[in-house]
């Protein structure tokens, strides 16, 4: 969930707890949910504004694709794995590592 291990998680929990106090606690996550709720919707309706505004010949486009890991992912690897009938002998069948910190 948002990158967060478990343990950090119930370390935010604590954190929370010790600064708001535990009656303003919950009225401080209904006004977080509330602002998530918002930016879902207004994220949701921006996407749909573009996809709008790019016309019938764009029905595909999915907003997603402007990321680059994901434009990445689309182009080079899901089309590979769809028209190779045999895996590459050198990775084994297999994606090469990645690395996250490598630049």
């Known amino acids: 969930m948002f990158g967060i291990s478990g343990g ?3 370390i935010l929990l604590l954190l929370a707890l010790l600064i708001f106090g535990p009656d303003q606690l919950p009225k401080a996550a209904q006004q977080v949910g509330r602002v998530l709720r918002q930016l879902r919707t207004m994220a949701n309706s921006a996407s749909s504004d573009i996809k709008e505004g790019l016309g019938p010949e764009y029905k595909d486009f999915d907003v997603q694709d402007l990321n680059p890991k994901r434009f990445i992912q689309k182009h080079f690897w899901d089309d590979e794995e ?3 009938e045999k895996p590459v002998s050198r990775l084994n069948g297999k994606r090469p590592p990645f690395d996250d910190e490598a630049t």
């Open 8 to 10: 950090e998680f119930v």
């Open 82 to 84: 769809e028209t190779s």
